[in-house]
């Protein structure tokens, strides 16, 4: 375990991955007992295998985030004992990133139950505490290649403020979570003691949740986890455009925030997601990869790594943002994949 901050760790990062909708799929219909491919492949992924781990690592993505949803895998208050065989799988996953010498970023998603409310602060803590406590447990030996991240896109779900940046209580609260996530890792020792933690502001927004997250005093080990898919109705949208038309405006301005918020006071910070979604739209692909091509190119200057977002889907009425094939380990959009790596030289 090399003892290096993290504004210097995240600058061997180079281009992430997400295994999205998989590891993170909840769904309440299926047993606890189930075994792990039951909620792997719910929203509709194949399992995942050991070559496209691989075969991502070889094409030059060293950083795989896992998101991954914890809460159809624990035993009851106030342990929330975690299903060992979930924690096995989970481990199997992390090992095929981690063997190959590729950043590894483990979460936790899709968990409704640390929504920011003041009084929901006292439950969402202690739950906090013990889920951690067991994940740093687990992993304590691994070096500084695995980095944890508290929470995912932590906000106020069906509300008017659930993606506009939050509100005071959401702020504080969210604050006051990271801090149990930090302290509760950095308590179980051993290389966790100065393992690299990542923390999201409100809904980890890229405007206005920002602009509120708090890094805790004294801990250089600490990287601020922010998503982008800016502009909006170009990237992310369902209904929106389908050309991006070199509206570079936004794009520039969260540069701007990301090194003065973070980067000039010495935080270091990782897009842990992005894209622009596929759209059946003439010239959408040739569109999307200008995009990358510019979005990572910024990002890179100001020393931000960037992890795309990848669901897997690349056909239906959602949001399509698969990057490659996980059947046939084929990329869905080579042009798509050179503008990012455009962007990147």
């Known amino acids: 375990m090399r003892n290096i901050s993290a504004i210097e760790l995240v600058k061997e990062m180079r281009l992430g991955w997400n295994l999205g909708n998989t590891m993170d799929c909840v769904n309440d219909r299926i047993e606890k007992t189930s ?14 295998t050991e070559e ?15 998101p991954v949803s914890w809460r159809n895998h624990l035993g009851e208050a106030p342990e929330y004992t975690i299903n ?3 924690m096995a799988r989970i ?19 899709h968990e409704g139950w640390h929504d ?7 439950p969402a803590a202690a739950e906090l505490r013990a889920v951690w406590k067991q994940i740093a447990g687990y992993f304590k030996d691994y070096d500084e290649h695995l980095i944890f991240e508290g929470m995912n896109e932590p906000r106020k779900r069906g509300t008017p403020v659930e993606w506009t940046g939050g509100d005071e209580e959401g702020w504080d609260v969210v604050n006051v979570l990271n801090k149990v996530f930090v302290e509760t890792v950095r308590s179980t020792g051993g290389n966790n003691a100065i393992r690299s933690l990542m923390i999201p502001g409100y809904a980890a927004n890229c405007t206005v949740g920002i602009r509120h997250l708090e890094i805790p005093e004294g801990d250089n080990h600490i990287i601020a986890s922010v998503h982008a898919y800016e502009p909006t109705d170009f990237a992310l949208i369902v209904e929106g455009r389908g050309l991006w038309n070199r509206d ?4 520039d301005r969260l540069m701007v925030d990301l090194e003065e918020l973070f980067i000039s006071k010495g935080v270091p910070a990782v897009i842990g997601e992005c894209g622009a979604m596929h759209k059946a739209v003439e010239g959408n692909e040739a569109s999307r990869a200008e995009w990358a091509e510019y979005f990572f190119k910024s990002t890179k200057n100001i020393g931000v790594p960037c992890v795309w977002w990848d669901n897997g889907y690349v056909e239906g009425r959602g949001e399509l943002f698969g990057l490659i094939d ?3 380990l084929q990329w869905n959009f080579p042009l798509l ?6 962007g990147l030289q």
Do not use: C, M, Q
Request: net charge negative; glycine share 6%; charged share 25%.
């Open 35 to 48: 075994a792990p491919e039951a909620w792997e492949t719910a929203w509709g992924n194949p399992v995942t």
């Open 52 to 66: 496209l781990i691989a075969k991502l690592i070889s094409e030059g993505f060293n950083v795989i985030r896992y």
């Open 84 to 86: 060992e065989t979930w």
């Open 91 to 109: 481990k199997e996953l992390v090992d095929w990133a981690y063997n190959r010498g590729a950043f590894v970023i483990l979460n936790i998603h």
């Open 116 to 122: 920011p409310y003041y009084d929901n602060l006292e």
């Open 248 to 251: 570079t405006a936004v794009i």
């Open 326 to 328: 996980r059947r046939t």
């Open 337 to 342: 994949l050179e503008g990012i790596r455009k």
